[in-house]
């Protein structure tokens, strides 16, 4: 993370807790932004994206990295929510066809 990122700039969620909107929105208050200025990116439809989207995050500011999600992560989701299959094609977001927006 830290070849993308200052570690300043990163808040995790469920590290010993629940990834839920509460946690949500409490990395949100970390960063003193609103949940509608907010781009999340994670890798569980029903733990890391639907809780965003609870709290005011645009879907086109969501990110699904698709990989292996666990039954009981699959959640049905916007279709404007952006999917990518690995964390090095963020960059590209919204570029040519290393993204695509799909259903779930």
Not at 15 to 43: H, S
Not at 75 to 104: A, N
Request: overall charge negative; proline content about 7%.
């Amino acid at each position: 993370m830290s070849e993308f990122l200052e570690w300043d700039w990163v808040y995790c969620i469920g590290v010993d807790g629940p990834k839920d909107a509460t946690a949500w929105g409490e990395a949100m208050k970390y960063f003193r932004v609103r949940a509608e200025n907010c781009l999340i990116v994670g890798d569980s439809p029903s733990s890391d994206i639907r809780p965003c989207l609870e709290l005011g995050t645009p879907p086109r500011n969501t990110v699904l990295v698709d990989g292996l999600t666990w039954t009981v992560h699959i959640s049905t989701l916007p279709d404007e929510v952006w999917q990518i299959g690995r964390l090095d094609q963020l960059p590209w977001l919204g570029h040519g066809e290393v993204l695509s927006l799909r259903r779930f």
